[in-house]
């Protein structure tokens, strides 16, 4: 599920069908191997329990409807799963052998408590929160893979603590790290302006020209608050939007508007957004304490991620090919389903993300 970090999610699409055979190989890591039945199983536990698949679907966005068949699965959720898989098998592979890790009772228990919050933050992260509890999903899987679950859980969870880039997600080391890092955590206050396509080279001519924030909002917003010169409010580091905001103004001085805006959709139709820093206020530790956790945690993500590659670059997988094909993708080495992955604009900056909680506007 989580292999190193639950923020590793996985778009695997397609709507092939591949089937199981009876004498499929299943896949084998390194020499160990997870065989087709107990594969089968655990698919057919995912697709057949609504709880179980919800919080599974939760965390991999991947469909684990079953196929057209009795014994066959729908692809993308074949091929995520049996990722998962791997990389769980070769994360045991590695802590047991080259950090000898072999957990007792206790740690197993913290590793399911571990387990069962992550699969508990991701239902309640999805717009139609999971029902029944995480520790119901846990229950619903049979018990080799509840065991194996836990299991990985525990050698994920003690890699991790044994990385030197890593950060403990303590009250002092989180104090620590604000410390260095203040100038990252102010209270940001911000005017925008979102502009029709065709204005956006008059736009930057007026800036350049010398023509204020507040007076391009008036002159060229199309957004409402273009009347009061485009104020858009204050968002200290506790705001949910506050990452958004961060990133939109981060390399962009006060009082003036990036000369490249981000895309968004205004009255259904495409427009420039140009968000434009107005004021920056240091913020205290109380007040960023859950921006600097978050922080840390992409950052541990990060490092746990690269140290996952890792170890899987250097594994030797064999996947049978009704499970999906063993390959590298543009995030690593994994198990994907032929397919085209779709289209689209990741990571711009809308007035959604600024607060207004919509991705089309009028």
């Known amino acids: 599920m989580r292999r190193l970090v639950a923020l590793l999610v996985f778009a695997l699409l397609g709507a092939t069908l591949y089937g199981f055979s009876n004498y499929s190989s299943g896949v084998t890591v390194n020499g160990s191997t997870v065989s087709s ?35 066959s699965m729908n692809a993308s959720g074949a091929a995520a799963w049996t990722n998962l898989r791997v990389e769980g098998v070769a994360l045991d ?19 399911q408590t571990s387990l069962e919050g992550e699969l508990s933050d991701a239902g309640a992260s999805q717009s139609t929160p999971c029902t029944g509890t995480s520790a119901q999903a846990l229950a619903e899987m049979p018990a080799e893979m509840r065991d194996f679950e836990i299991a990985a859980q525990a050698a994920s969870l003690y890699i991790v603590s044994k990385l030197n880039t890593t950060v403990p997600l303590t009250l002092a080391k989180m104090k620590q790290y604000y410390g260095t890092h203040v100038a990252d955590y102010d209270t940001i206050c911000v005017s ?3 502009v029709d396509p065709t204005q956006v080279t008059a736009f930057n001519q007026a800036q350049s020209a010398g023509m204020s924030v507040a007076a391009l909002a008036k002159k060229f917003s199309a957004d409402p608050s273009g009347a009061k010169g485009g104020a858009y409010g204050c968002f200290a580091p506790s705001s949910s939007s506050y990452s958004a905001v961060r990133s939109a103004t981060a390399s962009t001085p006060l009082n003036t508007f990036p000369t490249t805006p981000e895309e968004t959709t205004y ?21 960023a304490e859950s921006s600097v956790l978050s922080d840390l945690e992409n950052a541990n993500a990060t490092a746990a991620n690269r140290e996952k590659e890792v170890i899987l670059r250097y594994s030797n997988v064999a996947v049978d090919p009704s499970l999906g094909r063993w390959g590298v993708a543009a995030t690593g080495h994994q198990v994907f389903a032929p397919a085209t992955p779709s289209s689209g604009v990741v990571g711009s900056t809308t007035i959604a993300a600024l607060g207004v909680g919509a991705s089309t506007y009028k």
């Open 37 to 71: 039945s107990t594969l089968r199983g655990e698919l057919a536990a995912i697709s057949s329990n609504a709880t179980l698949d919800c919080y599974v679907t939760a965390l991999n966005a991947a469909s684990f409807a079953p196929g057209a068949g009795g014994s």
């Open 93 to 111: 592979q590695f802590a047991e052998s080259s950090l000898k890790f072999h957990p007792d009772a206790a740690t197993l228990s913290k590793a």
């Open 192 to 194: 925008v302006a979102v």
């Open 267 to 287: 009255d259904n139709a495409e427009a420039a957004l140009f968000v434009a820093p107005t004021k920056r206020t240091t913020a205290t530790f109380a007040q």
